[in-house]
């Protein structure tokens, strides 16, 4: 049976998660500083995002309840285009220097989104970190016990919604080289931790990394479109 918890689970107390959701925001905002416009307009790793749009999300990542309640005002028919359309009109109100000057507000701040928990904010601020900074070729270190921390709870969580990606890693062995994690049941696929917690929530640029023999067709069926 498929393991549902990671064996040798890694456990960041809520303190120890926000120092490394502060350390990500610092980290990104620098990295923001450094692109030319051009860069902001780049596709990032999110299908219809650009690297403007994932970081003008970014600033959403502590809506009240008001906030909330006019975001499902402009609702688009599920919460996904939701939220896309949501990012877009920040990003088009808000100029670079806002941006960037938002996400560095943050840190510090332990809000997070109503109906989310500081597991979310790790893992929104771990994932999209990496949608911006992967296809521009630039670096954004992971920290592994972060990822790993951020993977268990995609991978056990029942609300919010767990991500399609979820479903299409069940039946496969997933196990970290770079520290003592592990899950499920299956073919085995092996990789840092970094690069497990982006398949877990669809991402394949690091397919690269993975080896193992459950690889081809856990990349297969990530590639296949989810049935909506």
């Known amino acids: ?82 939220i896309h359309y949501a990012a877009c009109r920040r990003a088009a109100a808000l100029s670079t220097g806002q941006i960037i000057a938002q996400i560095r507000g943050m840190i510090g701040s332990r809000r997070h989104n109503i109906g989310a928990t500081h597991l979310e904010t790790l893992t929104d601020i771990l994932v999209h970190g990496q949608d911006i900074a992967i296809p521009l070729g630039r670096r954004h270190d992971m920290p592994p016990a972060a990822a790993a921390a951020a993977a268990g709870r995609v991978l056990s969580m029942r609300w919010p919604p ?15 080289t770079d ?7 299956g073919p085995g696929v092996q990789g840092p931790m970094s690069a497990i917690l982006l398949i877990c929530t669809g991402r394949l640029a690091e397919l690269q990394q993975l080896s193992g023999e459950g690889v081809a067709d856990l990349t297969a069926r990530l590639s296949a479109p989810t049935p909506k």
Do not use: Y
């Open 1 to 82: 049976m498929r393991d549902k918890q990671p064996q040798d689970p890694v456990v960041l107390d809520r303190d120890q998660v926000w120092q490394v959701i502060d350390a990500q925001r610092a980290s990104l905002a620098d990295l923001l500083e450094d692109l030319s416009d051009d860069k902001w307009r780049q596709p990032s790793l999110c299908a219809g995002w650009t690297v403007r749009d994932v970081a003008a999300h970014l600033t959403l990542q502590q809506l009240g309840l008001a906030d909330m309640i006019g975001m499902m005002g402009q609702w688009r028919g599920n919460l996904d285009r939701t």
């Open 162 to 176: 767990p991500l399609p990606a979820t479903r299409k890693v069940t039946g496969f062995r997933l196990t970290a």
């Open 179 to 185: 520290m003592p994690w592990a899950v499920g049941d």
